[in-house]
Nanobody, 114 residues
Framework: QVQLVESGGGLVHSGGSLRLSCAAS????????MRWYRQAPGKEREWVAS???????NYADSVKGRFTISRDNAKNTMYLQMNSLKPEDTAVYYC????????WGQGTQVTVSS
């Protein structure tokens, strides 16, 4: 079955950095568009970034220039490098793929203190 497992979250001060990982199994990883979403307390889940099978990336305006999405198809893993973190980046971060059905990981908590 499809499994997405996020890791790398934690507590960081404003201006700090974190690198999230999403390990995928049960899909042909290299063929799929992969996405990061996040959900802050009391808010709806929002799209953060996407990366195509060929490595083309797109970002939400709120993270553009600070976050970098990447993938390693040999490791079936996607990454999100987050720099210059702000308190408003505090959220649970999820990876997502659609192989005909939306698949989600369990999420990893990112907390940015001011």
């Amino acid at each position: 079955q499809v499994q997405l497992v996020e890791s790398g979250g934690g507590l960081v001060h404003s201006g700090g950095s974190l690198r999230l990982s999403c390990a995928a199994s049960g899909i042909v990883f290299r063929l799929n568009v992969m996405r990061w979403y996040r959900q802050a307390p009391g808010k709806e889940r929002e799209w953060v970034a996407s990366i195509t099978s060929g490595g083309s990336a797109n970002y939400a305006d709120s993270v553009k220039g600070r976050f970098t999405i990447s993938r390693d198809n040999a490791k079936n893993t996607m990454y999100l490098q987050m720099n210059s973190l702000k308190p408003e980046d505090t959220a649970v971060y999820y990876c997502q793929v659609n192989d005909g059905i939306d698949r989600w990981g369990q999420g990893t908590q990112v907390t940015v203190s001011s």
